[in-house]
């Protein structure tokens, strides 16, 4: 199993930039697909980004698209999420997501293994 911890959640006003990090416990974890979700008060968890495992693809929401962008640094084994002209509605607690297989990149089930989340608040 494959521990993931994010960092870089904070406070930021609306239209603010912030950049999120999924550090991986695995030294193989360059080969694993990983993707952000996020779950916001009250919402179930939603798919954000996602990016495979080597990098050569990634996938984005609707909501996303446009404002941001994930990448992975696998020599520090890293996935990020770049968040530009951030709104109130991105509001959540973010959570990295990998796995070493397929799977559909958007469902919750396509992931073994998860991080605990870091929590995002856009202010008007």
């Known amino acids: 199993q494959v521990q993931l911890v994010e960092s870089g959640g904070g406070l930021v006003q609306a239209g603010g930039s912030l950049r999120l990090s999924c550090a991986a416990s695995?030294?193989?974890?360059?080969?694993?697909?990983t993707a952000w979700f996020r779950q916001a008060p009250g919402k179930g968890r939603e798919f954000v980004a996602a990016?495979?495992?080597?990098?050569?693809?990634?996938w984005y929401a609707d909501s996303a698209k446009g404002r941001f962008t994930i990448s992975r640094d696998d020599a520090k084994r890293t996935v990020n999420l770049q968040m530009n002209s951030l709104k109130t509605e991105d509001t959540a607690v973010y959570y990295c997501?990998?796995?070493?297989?397929?799977?559909?990149?958007?469902?919750?089930?396509?992931?073994?293994?998860w991080g605990q989340g870091t929590r995002v608040t856009v202010s008007s």
């Open positions: 997501a990998a796995h070493n297989g397929p799977g559909v990149v958007a469902q919750e089930n396509a992931y073994t293994d």
């Open positions: 695995t030294r193989t974890f360059s080969s694993y697909r």
């Open positions: 990016i495979s495992g080597g990098g050569g693809s990634t």
